[in-house]
């Protein structure tokens, strides 16, 4: 690989693991997350 | 509608899970590398990420701020969406656009899903120890049954019939526990399996060196170079009629010394360097750009639309369209990226890969089966991957089928066990018949072609420009900023309103010139029809106008059960004085 190859990669790489990243901090940062409103062990509405 | 009672995401984390599930697919691991190799590596890559800017990113969001304001109005299918918050009926009818699309693409994406099972299955139990690349192609064209009609049927490992019927249960019971219980639980757990499978066979694949001394070429900083370098050496050959024709790249010293002395021994062959100008001027490469960004962001898909719809006035979008999305180009550029190409190359070299092929299925289930045969552990490895696409595949799946049973809930008012028993029937019915016309995979190749291509582009770009026209880019933005953890960026609302429509339309046009009319962008080349549109009108084969029937059956049993218009007049305004 040239040194042209190295810098596509890296960039490329680099910018979807920092966008991801970042996407998950922010997600799990953000104080307000969804309410849960029921669990997995109950049947959802339109099924009772 | 408004009285039945609705069902909801459980967390945030969960639609986020569940619609880049929806999205990470066999494109990621085998479609995407494919494209970048084919079209110019490093050059790709510029186009990719101009079309995740200016095409997939600005139709993601439209699609989820839509799809919640529908919900909110009491309404989970795409027609009745489009026509609830623009109180315009007559768009019903683009809706059915967004209900066909997965629709359909389930009836073969089963099937496939069902070869990755049956792959994974024959890495446990079975001999997948390949010499030579007929033998890795003679099984899997036994498998599907490429040979003949029918011949996929055979219920024994060596045959798709029993892995299909495998995957076909387990979708429906998935579905059929519900948004929250059923897809939602699986994504939960299915997608970080996914990501920990794939990374453990990225560092297996980056650690291979040079697999076999006897050829020092063939190394995996070679198959990084054939896949990222974004200017390329190319040996070209003299045809025929004396225009000079692509033979193969050269990505290391060793083939470079050879090529050159080839070269001096014969005038008709010549080494030139194609530049990432060059490249890039191609209109294919950004043709193949912005159709990967399509498949892989599932944009213009019809599931978006409806996963967003359950959720809530004050939930995020914003962020959780940008998190699903980049989840996705994760698994795709920074996972698929380094996998596939790479490590065929490292076995095969540039020119073995090129003698397989690259298309999604070639290097998946030809290429690949080899590379795991060489390799050391290759059983386990081959097992993993294959396991990787299958779950990749279901959680994919899962979404095509939502689309479908909010669409049947809502116009034939019926509760979610009963659509899912209609919606099965219709997709078995289907997919029976993908799996029966097998032969050159004609029956899969023709509804994935007019779909994708067509259906697609089509529903993308009615959605944006009825999100930036109809609705209104102001309107739009506020919807999409309702609850929101983070604000688009101002420049998305001109991008939104000219930019993305434009292209869309470009890119339909260039389509329809190239892959129905037949032209080439390449000025030398003759005017010549694509099998797809001679299968229908030149030399018109049955299999073929089946698919399209079965399409067009579709849309036609989803047109006739629409609600009726009267479902989404606006209420007019009460009269003053009136009694309330």
């Known amino acids: 690989m040239n040194l042209s190859g190295w810098l596509v990669m890296l960039f490329s790489i680099g910018s979807v693991v920092s966008l991801f990243i970042w996407c998950i901090y922010k997600v799990l940062t953000i104080p307000k997350e969804t309410e849960h409103v029921h669990g997995f062990e109950q049947e959802p509405p339109d099924m009772q | 509608m408004a009285d039945r009672i609705k069902e909801s995401w459980n967390s945030r984390i969960g639609v986020i899970l569940a619609v880049s599930g929806s999205a990470v697919g066999l494109g990621n691991f085998l479609r995407f590398p494919g494209q970048v190799a084919e079209y110019g590596g490093g ?7 101009v079309a995740f800017l ?3 990113l600005p139709i993601c969001w439209a699609e989820w701020a839509m799809g919640r304001e529908g919900g909110l109005k009491g309404f989970n299918s795409a027609p009745s969406i489009l026509a609830a918050i623009t109180q315009r009926p007559g768009l019903r009818f683009v809706g059915i656009i967004a209900v066909v699309i997965p629709v359909v693409i389930y009836m073969y994406y089963v099937v496939i899903e ?3 099972l049956a792959y994974a299955t024959n890495y ?3 001999d997948m120890r390949f010499n030579q690349t007929s033998e890795a192609t003679e099984f899997f064209n036994n498998l599907i049954g490429a040979s003949k009609d029918g011949s996929a049927l055979g219920f024994d490992i060596k045959h798709v019939g029993v892995f299909f019927v495998a995957v076909f249960i387990l979708n429906f019971v998935l579905i059929w526990r519900g948004i929250s219980r059923g897809i939602e639980l699986f994504c939960k757990y299915a997608m970080p399996t996914l990501l920990v499978v794939a990374l453990i066979i990225l560092v297996r694949v980056l650690t291979l060196g040079t697999p076999d001394t006897a050829h020092p070429d063939r190394t995996i900083g070679n198959g990084l170079g054939y896949m990222w370098n974004p200017s390329k050496q190319v040996l070209e050959v003299k045809d025929a009629n004396g225009e000079w024709q692509q033979e193969r790249e050269i990505v290391d010293a060793k083939n470079m010394q050879d090529a050159v002395a080839l070269v001096a021994d014969d005038e008709g062959k010549r080494l030139r360097q194609l530049t990432a100008f060059e490249q890039l001027s191609n209109p294919n490469l950004w043709l193949a750009a912005a159709g990967q960004i399509f498949f892989s962001l599932s944009v213009g898909f019809g599931v978006i639309i409806t996963y967003s719809s359950y959720m809530k006035k004050k939930d995020d979008i914003v962020l959780s369209g940008l998190a699903a999305a980049s989840a996705n180009e994760f698994c795709e550029v920074a996972v698929g990226g380094l996998i596939s190409i790479p490590a065929a190359v490292a076995f095969f070299g540039v020119s073995g890969l090129a ?4 298309s999604t299925f070639d290097i998946g289930f030809k290429a690949l089966p080899m590379v795991f045969s060489q390799m050391p552990a290759g059983m386990l490895f081959g097992f993993l991957f294959f396991f990787l696409l299958f779950l990749a595949a279901v959680t994919s799946s899962l979404s095509m089928l939502q689309p479908g049973i909010a669409f049947l ?3 034939l008012n019926i509760n979610r066990r009963q659509s899912v028993a209609i919606l ?6 289907g997919s029976a018949y993908v799996l029966y016309f097998s032969a050159d995979l004609k029956a899969l ?4 072609f007019w779909v994708t291509n067509l259906l697609m582009v089509v529903l993308a770009t009615a959605q944006v420009i009825i999100f930036a026209w109809v609705i209104g880019i102001e309107k739009g933005f506020e919807m999409a900023h309702a609850g929101a953890a983070i604000r688009i960026p101002k420049i998305f609302k001109f991008t939104m309103k000219y930019i993305t429509p434009l292209l869309l339309i470009a890119i339909l046009g260039c389509w329809f010139y190239s892959s129905v009319l037949g032209y080439s962008f390449d000025p030398g080349k003759p005017r010549e029809y694509s099998s797809y549109v001679s299968d229908l009108f030149i030399k018109p084969n049955t299999i073929a106008w089946m698919a399209v029937g079965l399409i067009a059956l579709t849309g036609l049993f989803i047109g006739l059960n629409l609600l009726p218009a009267t479902h989404f007049k606006p209420t007019p305004p009460a009269k003053k004085g009136a009694k309330q």
């Open chain 2, 43 to 49: 050059a790709f890559m510029l186009a990719y990420f």
């Open chain 2, 54 to 56: 200016l095409i997939g």
């Open chain 2, 114 to 116: 069902a070869w990755c």
């Open chain 2, 124 to 126: 446990l139990f079975g």
């Open chain 2, 355 to 358: 003698g397989i092929g690259l």
């Open chain 2, 409 to 411: 809930e809502e116009s």
């Open chain 2, 424 to 429: 099965g029937f219709v997709v078995a019915m």
């Open chain 2, 445 to 448: 190749d023709t509804l994935d």
